[in-house]
């Protein structure tokens, strides 16, 4: 393939959990409706100070994912097995950015997923992307023990791709991570919806439409 105009940007980091997998917020929505659960009781759970401690332990690995499991179950007042597998059975891939990616990769553009982690066992949230086949670099925070938006795992990212962060788009649906990128010299993008993303991404890399 081959880009009509040279790209300004050397590298594209993509977050994972709702910008190559579908939104997070009709996923939550969704695995609400499948429990029968009141619409706004996981984000509730989420935003308790107990349910914040419970994500980034896990993000930093250090509890395990049915640790999560069990304390994050106990908040919203269901049962705990497989409440991972459960939460994100519809975070299926968002297969037109991840197309978009693999795009960018075949004209020279360094690619990575950066991913605060939620375990992957006993579910592996990332089994059937083929991550590593598709990106160049895959940096997930359990590996370091660091957690998005903590400048040292972007600059692990970077370190990997080999380039600097005013070559680099940066895609996630969290303004908290967007604004620490930003901060540190990339170009955010926010990621909500997989077409909108797909193109501007295509936009800002000068890549045409498949």
Not at 48 to 63: S, T, V, Y
Not at 131 to 150: I, M, N, Q, W, Y
Not at 169 to 198: C, Q, R
Request: proline share 5%; charged share 25%.
């Amino acid at each position: 393939m081959v880009r009509t105009e040279a790209s300004p940007y050397r590298g594209l980091i993509l977050d994972f959990f709702g910008v190559l997998t579908f939104n997070m917020v009709e996923v939550i929505s969704s695995f609400e409706d499948r429990e029968g659960l009141t619409r706004g009781t996981f984000l509730r759970a989420w935003a308790d100070p107990r349910g914040q401690d419970l994500f980034r332990q896990l993000e930093l690995a250090r509890i395990s994912q049915t640790d999560w499991n069990v304390g994050f179950a106990a908040l919203m007042g269901v049962a705990p097995n497989d409440l991972m597998a459960r939460y994100l059975h519809d975070a299926f891939p968002a297969y037109s950015v991840i197309e978009v990616a693999r795009q960018a990769r075949s004209v020279g553009i360094r690619t990575a997923v950066l991913s605060n982690s939620l375990g992957r066992e006993p579910y592996d949230p990332y089994a059937g992307f083929d991550l590593h086949g598709t990106f160049e670099a895959v940096v997930l925070s359990a590996d370091h023990g660091v957690r998005k938006p903590d400048p040292a795992l972007f600059r692990i990212a970077l370190d990997r791709l080999g380039v600097r962060p005013e070559e680099c788009l940066f895609v996630d649906d969290s303004e908290e991570n967007l604004a620490a990128a930003l901060k540190l010299g990339f170009t955010p993008v926010l990621g909500l919806d997989e077409d909108v993303i797909a193109r501007r991404l295509r936009e800002l890399l000068r890549l045409p439409s498949l």
